[in-house]
């Protein structure tokens, strides 16, 4: 009989449980899952937003979105489609219900179980496929799975010591999005780090400014040198990197960081005649703002071992 068992809700930056539904199958394959369930939400923040494990007679799926992860399990006959679904109404529940400030700062595991109450309603519905009717767009849900398949997850995959690091852009055809380090995700924006990025794109606008004004300039034959008009350029890259670093990770993030705020000091230091020293006191101490919180926003690391 295909059936969906249970249910949580987990967030994603620490695998902290907010909910979950009361599970009454003590049988030893869905004892076992529960075991899947605890590895994959201490590596949610490492993995793509729609993904699904195939455990023998039974299936996880999970669906991300907004700092906080929708797992399921079920039968491994129940229909890929109607699991999605599942998960989707209960994202949109969760997240009419509560806000992300709650979501973010809860410290107590299951500190939301009275979602459980909704879990288990929307559960019995779909496991009853007649009464859903026309409660769902299914063939909405079909065509998004069609065109973004959930990535496949393998047991070896779980179970592998140093997460997923090892896979390959090949063998990610699910979602089609990943990077040299496979989805990884960066800790929360803080309103310092905004600021920062406010400021680096204010200073890329500015160099900018002044580099049609060099350009226009040269182009009049007023004497202008065009080493001024690459100086000002490469100062616009600058800033405009350190902002794309802040938001993305790559590799060698904080090497590549602190070459950039060197290149604009160098950059600044050229332009020393044609700027105050309250304007180079300004764009030096943005770029060294912005290499401090590109340093201090990591990658979000492994998860505490919450009893999931």
Same mark, same amino acid.
């Given at each position: 009989?295909?059936?969906?068992?249970?249910?949580?809700?987990?967030? %994603? #930056?620490?695998?902290?449980?907010?909910?979950?539904? /009361?599970?009454?199958?003590?049988?030893?394959?869905?004892?076992?899952?529960?075991?899947?369930?605890?590895?994959?939400?201490?590596?949610?923040?490492?993995?793509?937003? $729609?993904?699904?494990? *195939?455990?023998? &007679?039974?299936?996880? !799926?999970?669906?991300?979105?907004?700092?906080?992860?929708?797992?399921?399990?079920?039968?491994? !006959?129940?229909?890929?489609?109607?699991?999605?679904?599942?998960?989707?109404?209960?994202? *949109?529940?969760?997240?009419?219900?509560?806000?992300?400030?709650?979501?973010?700062?809860?410290?107590?595991? +299951?500190?939301?179980?009275?979602?459980?109450?909704?879990?288990? #309603?929307?559960?019995?519905?779909?496991?009853? /496929? #007649?009464?859903?009717?026309?409660?769902?767009?299914?063939?909405?849900?079909?065509?998004?799975?069609?065109?973004?398949?959930?990535?496949?997850?393998?047991?070896?995959?779980?179970?592998?010591?140093?997460?997923?690091? &090892?896979?390959?852009?090949?063998? +990610?055809?699910?979602?089609?999005?990943?990077?040299?380090?496979? &989805?990884? $995700?960066?800790?929360?924006?803080?309103?310092?780090?905004?600021?920062?990025?406010?400021?680096?794109?204010?200073?890329?606008?500015?160099?900018?400014?002044?580099?049609? &004004?060099?350009?226009?300039?040269?182009?009049?034959?007023?004497?202008?040198?065009?080493? +001024?008009?690459?100086?000002?350029?490469?100062?616009?890259?600058?800033?405009?990197?350190?902002?794309?670093?802040? %938001?993305?990770?790559?590799?060698? #993030?904080?090497?590549?960081?602190?070459?950039?705020?060197?290149?604009?000091?160098?950059?600044?230091?050229?332009?020393?005649?044609? $700027? !105050?020293?309250?304007?180079?006191?300004?764009?030096?101490? %943005?770029?060294?703002?912005?290499?401090?919180?590109? $340093?201090?926003?990591?990658?979000?690391?492994?998860?505490?071992?919450?009893? %999931?």
């Amino acid at each position: 009989m295909s059936m969906i068992l249970s249910a949580s809700v987990v967030r %994603v #930056r620490d695998g902290l449980p907010l909910s979950a539904s /009361t599970d009454y199958d003590q049988s030893t394959g869905v004892q076992e899952c529960r075991k899947y369930f605890k590895m994959l939400s201490k590596k949610l923040s490492q993995l793509p937003d $729609r993904c699904t494990l *195939k455990t023998g &007679h039974y299936n996880i !799926n999970f669906i991300s979105s907004l700092g906080v992860s929708y797992m399921m399990l079920c039968t491994e !006959n129940y229909p890929s489609v109607l699991a999605f679904c599942f998960l989707d109404e209960l994202q *949109k529940e969760f997240i009419t219900t509560y806000n992300m400030m709650k979501t973010n700062t809860a410290v107590r595991p +299951y500190c939301f179980i009275e979602f459980d109450n909704f879990i288990q #309603r929307t559960k019995q519905r779909y496991n009853n /496929t #007649r009464s859903l009717s026309t409660k769902m767009n299914l063939a909405d849900m079909q065509t998004e799975i069609k065109l973004r398949p959930p990535y496949q997850i393998s047991l070896s995959e779980l179970g592998s010591p140093n997460g997923f690091a &090892h896979l390959s852009a090949a063998e +990610y055809k699910g979602t089609g999005k990943i990077s040299a380090a496979p &989805h990884q $995700r960066l800790e929360p924006v803080t309103l310092p780090g905004i600021v920062s990025f406010v400021l680096s794109l204010l200073c890329g606008a500015l160099n900018l400014i002044r580099d049609f &004004h060099a350009i226009e300039s040269l182009l009049q034959s007023e004497g202008e040198d065009f080493s +001024y008009v690459i100086a000002f350029f490469l100062g616009t890259a600058a800033c405009l990197y350190q902002c794309y670093l802040f %938001v993305y990770y790559t590799g060698w #993030r904080n090497a590549k960081s602190f070459l950039t705020f060197g290149l604009i000091c160098l950059c600044n230091m050229y332009l020393y005649e044609l $700027r !105050n020293l309250w304007q180079l006191f300004f764009h030096v101490t %943005v770029g060294a703002f912005s290499t401090l919180q590109i $340093r201090l926003r990591q990658p979000q690391g492994k998860s505490p071992d919450y009893n %999931v």
